[in-house]
């Protein structure tokens, strides 16, 4: 596993933790409210789109809107392992001229040199500009939040429509039925989610 993205140096770790610390409350989790200020808009999408090439094309659009010079990524759990280990953080940094073609080459489960996405349980995207971040959670809810400072159309770099709240109940319900036939779950969570996210 080796990769000029994979962040080994502590002082550059330090001083991406504390960007990434400046837009998103790594201490947080969905459906509480997980970014460090009121953005403009947010999107709901499956999780599932971060394993594609077109989630690579998505930072890089998100990046050129935004002006952003890297856009790095932040496993959030597990972290013990990461952090044990000096050379690897469980960070990575794009240059955004490298997306999205990088982002496949490095992430992609089956073919990135990383394979941190295999792994990973929550994870978190953000630009260098601070107008954006993505909090990406597989583990509990199989849903990404996408949060901007202006207009991308996050469906169409995907090609898949973004949820909205009758989506995001449905799709809840749809996770969790089988375990909570009383829907109980889904139902808290997308009270909670949508009183935090107009989506």
């Given at each position: 596993m080796s990769a000029p993205e994979l962040v080994a140096d502590g002082k550059e770790f330090l001083r991406l933790m504390s960007q990434c610390e400046g837009i998103i409350d790594t201490g947080n989790r969905l459906p509480e409210f997980v970014f460090r200020r009121p953005f403009a808009r947010y999107f709901a999408v499956e999780y599932a789109h971060v394993?594609?090439?077109?989630?690579?094309?998505?930072?890089?659009?998100?990046?050129?809107?935004?002006g952003?010079?890297?856009?790095?990524?932040?496993?959030?759990?597990?972290?013990?392992?990461?952090?044990?280990?000096?050379?690897?953080?469980?960070?990575?940094?794009?240059a955004s001229s490298t997306l999205p073609n990088r982002y496949a080459e490095v992430m992609n489960p089956k073919i990135g040199c990383s394979k941190i996405l295999a792994g990973a349980n929550l994870g978190v995207f953000w630009g260098s500009s601070l107008k954006w971040g993505i909090?990406?959670?597989?583990i509990s809810w199989e849903l990404a939040v996408v949060a901007t400072q202006g207009d991308v159309d996050v469906s169409a770099i995907l090609g898949w429509p973004c949820f909205n709240a009758a989506q995001v109940t449905s799709y809840m319900t749809t996770q969790y039925h089988s375990k909570d036939p009383s829907d109980s779950i889904a139902t808290e969570f997308s009270r909670r989610f949508l009183a935090n996210y107009s989506v």
């Open positions: 394993y594609r090439q077109r989630f690579g094309a998505l930072l890089r659009e998100m990046s050129v809107t935004f952003d010079d890297s856009v790095s990524y932040l496993a959030l759990d597990p972290r013990d392992e990461y952090v044990a280990d000096s050379c690897f953080f469980g960070l990575i940094s794009f909090f990406a959670d597989r």
